[in-house]
């Protein structure tokens, strides 16, 4: 690869183990402030990948990591929530998480939205059930297009019949485009 990778090349090419690759780029970007750059190049340090092997660099950039969230950075404030809750290089923490999982969904990050709609529904991780603050993060997560939000979304408007309305099918076809593997199953086996 020549010249100065983005970030999706760069996160490729750390995927694959292409660490030449990727580390000078992953190194910039985390210079620049992109979080999951920073993240990444924690790893690298920590496990020797194309650079060799400091402690005190991996713990320098997974601080700078966790500042980015700091800072705002809704994609980075998911990021942590997620690492808190599973105690992925973090301390398994459920109450951090859900603070960061809660600002990062504010902060409009689809994904966080997603999730703390699914722990309202179902009562998971602290938070109780709540059918109306459910609703409501699916639906902004689903107005920015977040694929498994508009497949969830689209059962709101299935008929008293069970079948689809042509609503739901469009919310379905929108996820199906997006990714969403059951929405592409659901289309496969209902609309031929």
């Known amino acids: 690869m020549s010249g100065r990778l983005s970030l999706e090349e760069a996160v490729s090419a750390y995927m694959n183990e292409q660490y030449a690759d990727a580390f000078p780029a992953l190194k910039q970007l985390a210079a620049d402030g992109d979080p999951t750059a920073q993240f990444l190049l924690a790893l690298m340090y920590r496990?020797?990948?194309g650079v060799?092997?400091?402690e005190h660099e991996y713990t320098r950039w997974l601080r700078t990591f966790e500042e980015s969230a700091r800072r705002g950075d809704p994609g980075a404030q998911w990021s942590l929530s997620c690492k808190y809750r599973w105690g992925d290089h973090f301390p398994q923490d459920i109450a951090r998480a859900n603070e960061w999982l809660e600002r990062a969904a504010e902060g409009g990050n689809a994904d966080a939205q997603y999730h703390l709609a699914h722990y309202y529904k179902h009562g998971e991780f602290g938070?109780?059930?709540?059918?109306e603050k459910a609703h409501s993060w699916l639906t902004r997560a689903a107005d920015q297009e977040h694929p498994e939000a508009l497949w969830?979304?689209?059962f709101e408007f299935f008929g008293?019949?069970?079948q689809p309305?042509?609503?739901a099918l469009q919310l379905i076809r929108r996820a199906a485009a997006k990714g969403c593997p059951p929405a592409r199953d659901f289309l496969q086996k209902h609309t031929h």
């Open 152 to 154: 969830v979304h689209s």
């Open 47 to 49: 496990n020797g990948e």
């Open 127 to 131: 938070y109780l059930q709540d059918s």
């Open 165 to 167: 309305t042509e609503h």
């Open 52 to 54: 060799a092997a400091d």
């Open 160 to 162: 008293s019949d069970g």
